[in-house]
């Protein structure tokens, strides 16, 4: 296994990102309420730089009970990040695609050593 240093802990604040190259694959590391999470950085849909676009709560239909719709908001539960190239929305907490959970991108550990974080591959 390969620890590849990403910052110190102390440069990373909750909402914040870093793309680190490991190998021949970048890696997309967030902060997202006090968890680290990391994903490749390239996207299931054409290879974009999935991690490198918006972050933003997942947009949800509101419903009636007879499915006529109430408008869209914004989802408490679930923050997405969007490839910049057509919009894939990932789960940031699980590196899912949004509208097909089949497509799941690859993760990563993210591990702090004195001070340091490192994702290990
Ligand atoms: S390459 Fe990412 S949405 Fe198309």
């Known amino acids: 296994m390969t620890e590849t240093l990403i910052c110190k802990k102390s440069e990373l604040q909750d909402g914040d990102r870093r793309i ?4 021949k694959d970048e890696v997309g590391v967030f902060l997202h309420q006090d968890r680290y999470y990391a994903y490749s950085n390239t996207c299931l849909h054409q290879g974009g730089p999935a991690c490198e676009g918006l972050i933003i709560a997942k947009t949800e ?7 006529t719709s109430r408008g869209l ?12 190239w057509h919009g894939y929305e990932y789960d940031l907490k699980t590196g899912e695609c949004d509208s097909d959970r089949r497509l799941k991108l690859r993760s990563y550990q993210v591990i702090e050593k004195a001070g340091d974080l490192y994702v290990v591959s």
């Open 20 to 23: 680190v190259a490991i190998d």
């Open 61 to 67: 239909e509101l419903l009636n009970d007879d499915k």
């Open 73 to 84: 908001s914004f989802s408490k539960d679930q923050t997405n990040f969007v490839c910049p």
